[in-house]
């Protein structure tokens, strides 16, 4: 069974400065990793996506991710946050033949201006 | 990518009674999933909904807490019977299929947001 773990509750930082979101994962077999964002009252909107090849992966909104096999993370960055960046980020793992994810517990990002 | 209309967005509810949500998508999909999201914790699937079958629990969740409907392509409910505090949470649907950018994942509906008191 896989297992994700996200390091940091919760981050606040400035805006303009930049941010990273770690996650780690635990899994015998190989992964597909995600980032969701969520935004005050919406839904999951998904952020990026590793299925394969290149470890850096570019999503929306300027975050990127990349996939690190030897220290099994997929840690989010993004080099200059927004205030608007403001939600809850959640990172997920899945395996096998179906992209069902676990989820980590999410990391709150607080963007202050 | 399909557009999910979770209802309510909301309630208040007192122990003992139970609440139907209603999740719509705006296209035809094979699987569709029910999270719960317990306050400061993760998302936890609680089953998955396929039309024209039983739903599938996961490990935790059973039929008679969380009966699920799935009448057609495009529509399922889950009940939260015989509700305690313990149930206060925000669940959410979900659907597998094609996202923008041609990205292939899962949509979330924006969640129900219930408090059992």
């Known amino acids: 069974a896989q297992s994700v773990t996200q390091l940091d509750s919760q981050v606040p930082v400035f805006e303009e400065a930049p941010v990273e979101l770690r996650c780690n994962y635990s899994s015998s077999v190989s992964v597909y990793l995600f980032w969701y964002v969520q935004y005050p009252n919406q839904g999951l909107q998904l952020l990026l996506k590793y299925l394969s090849g290149s470890t850096l992966v570019k999503g929306i909104n300027g975050f990127e991710a990349e996939f690190n096999k030897s220290q099994t993370s997929f840690h989010l960055r993004k080099p200059s946050v927004h205030i608007s960046d403001t939600a809850e980020y959640f990172c997920?793992?899945?395996?096998?033949?179906?992209?069902?994810?676990?989820f980590g517990r999410g990391t709150s990002l607080i963007v202050h201006p | 990518s399909a557009v999910i209309s979770q209802k309510p967005s909301r309630d208040i509810c007192q122990r003992g009674t139970s609440l139907t949500i209603q999740c719509q998508v705006d296209s035809q999909v094979t699987m569709m999933f029910w999270y719960r999201q317990q306050p400061g914790q993760s998302l936890t699937l609680i089953a998955t909904?396929?039309?024209?079958?039983?739903?599938?629990?996961e490990s935790g969740f059973v039929i008679d807490k969380f009966p699920i409907s799935r009448p057609n392509l495009t529509f399922s409910t889950l009940t939260v019977s015989n509700m305690s505090p313990e149930d206060s949470s925000i669940y959410l649907c979900?659907?597998?299929?094609?996202?923008?950018?041609?990205?292939?994942?899962?949509?979330f509906g924006s969640g129900t947001r219930l408090t059992v008191v």
């Open positions: 909904a396929n039309q024209g079958s039983e739903a599938t629990y």
């Open positions: 979900s659907v597998e299929g094609a996202l923008q950018g041609g990205n292939y994942g899962y949509t």
């Open positions: 997920a793992v899945s395996t096998g033949g179906s992209y069902i994810p676990t």
